[in-house]
């Protein structure tokens, strides 16, 4: 296994909804042990701490529904720039935070792909598809949104013009149960590779997982991965506002991360939606780490028995 600079950026991200906590997420990452965890695979762990946004101002919003424009455009600025410093020194790991944040981050790391002239792939591991814009979003909250904005939908005007824009062809969403018809109607008949929890019942999570990691080898691709903790199921990981039933199993989600380790295409990864406020003593903030280590190179096989105390 080729050893990393990992570089942790805290991103307390906590204006994509209304429902407070988020913002202690990157702290409950580093109390569970993150860096711990990637350096005892052998990896280098650089740690620069919590970021701020960006004040800037925006013009109100035309859809009066919108929660904190400002301040979620003030993030998109903030971790865009940051990506792409962090991409040239390492693999960044963005502790959120709400996924609001990946507004900046994916939209950071495809600029940096274009840089060096290689094509630029995301995987979004969630129950969502969040490409919403700020005119469509019927609950204003933005953190359904970063996939409408890094794919170039209309609507995001008071962000900052994307460096680089996503092909939608280049996105795999896994792990999708709540989809709203605005959505449906965008990703239905569009490019985006799209499984619901119903294909993965059906097929196993390995065979789409391992048809777009072809894609991604093929193209000699950078890969993004946005690990939502929604993507899992809320029995085994309670600590997000946006329960869905019916999600990822433990199993299910460290096959995806061992898969992902195996293919040495990974070159960013975000943790989004870690509210430690509902969490069981720290549960998922456990398991997000444990699924972090996965996609670093433990495997199943060496994984440590956690204390019940």
């Known amino acids: 296994m080729t050893h990393k600079t990992c570089i942790l950026i805290g991103a307390p991200v906590d204006c994509g909804k209304r429902r407070r906590g988020c913002l202690m997420g990157p702290d409950a990452y ?7 965890a990637i350096t005892q695979l052998g990896h280098t762990v650089e740690d620069i701490g ?20 400002a301040e979620n455009v003030g993030w998109t600025h903030t971790l865009m720039d940051a990506a792409q410093n962090a991409a040239t020194k390492g693999m960044p790991i963005f502790m959120g935070g709400d996924h609001a944040l990946a507004a900046g981050t994916v939209a950071g790391m495809a600029a940096h792909a274009q840089k060096i002239g290689k094509p630029f792939f995301a995987l979004w591991l969630d129950a969502h598809s969040d490409i919403h814009t700020p005119e469509t979003t019927d609950s204003g909250n933005l953190h359904g949104t ?7 939908r209309d609507g995001f005007d008071a962000y900052p013009p994307l460096p680089a824009k996503v092909d939608p062809a280049n996105i795999c969403m ?26 993965i019942d059906e097929e196993g999570i390995s065979a789409p ?8 080898a093929e193209a000699n691709g950078m890969l993004h991965v946005s ?12 600590a ?8 990822a199993t433990v199993r299910e989600g460290h096959l995806v991360m061992e898969m992902l380790s195996d293919s040495g295409l990974v070159t960013s990864l ?3 939606e870690l509210n430690p406020f509902l969490d069981d003593r720290g549960t998922t903030a456990n398991l997000m780490v444990d699924l972090t280590a996965s996609l670093l190179g433990r495997r199943v096989f060496d994984r440590p028995t956690r204390s019940k105390s």
Do not use: C, W
């Not at 896994?174 to 294909?199: K, N, Q, W």
């Not at 997000?240 to 999600?247: D, I």
């Open 146 to 152: 970063p996939v409408g904005y890094v794919t170039g």
């Open 50 to 69: 919590n970021l701020a946004p960006k004040d800037v101002n925006v013009p109100e919003p035309k859809n009066p529904l919108v929660h904190k424009l």
């Open 209 to 216: 997982l391992q048809s777009f990691l072809d894609k991604v």
């Open 227 to 238: 690990l939502d903790v929604d993507f899992l199921d809320p029995s085994i990981a309670p």
């Open 240 to 247: 997000v506002g946006t329960t869905v039933p019916g999600g």
């Open 30 to 36: 580093r109390t569970a042990g993150i860096a711990e």
């Open 174 to 199: 896994i792990g999708l149960r709540s989809v709203d018809s605005a959505e449906h109607a965008i990703l239905t008949g569009g490019d985006v590779m799209l499984v619901d929890m119903r294909r």
């Open 270 to 272: 975000d943790l989004v």
